[in-house]
């Protein structure tokens, strides 16, 4: 996903969201694989999550949704910014 953070947001505080997201329940959560996290030189975030298939992944945002540390980390972030995608790795 791509976003920016609402206005008023400090890095400090979207880092410790993202760090109570990493130390969750997803770590218990079939088909996990990481994260990771970039911000660009104009301040915009792009998280990648790494799963074994595009199910594993949907049953996981609709988990993330319920949860404390979603909430907390979904109310960090400007929806109106955020663009997800998904992608396959492909072996040539």
Same mark, same amino acid.
């Given at each position: 996903?791509? !976003?920016n953070l609402k206005g008023?947001? #400090?890095?400090e505080q979207f880092?410790? %969201?993202e760090n109570a997201v990493r130390q969750g329940i997803i770590q218990?959560?079939?088909g996990y694989q990481g994260r990771d996290v970039f911000q660009d030189a104009e301040g915009r975030w792009l998280i990648i999550m790494r799963w074994d298939s595009k199910e594993t992944c949907d049953a996981?945002?609709?988990i993330f949704k319920g949860l404390d540390e979603?909430? #907390?980390f979904s109310s960090l972030?400007? !929806?109106s910014s %955020?663009?997800?995608e998904n992608y396959t790795l492909v072996h040539p």
């Open positions: 996903a791509r !976003f008023g947001v #400090t890095v880092l410790q %969201a218990q959560q079939p996981w945002a609709a979603g909430k #907390t972030m400007d !929806f %955020a663009r997800g």
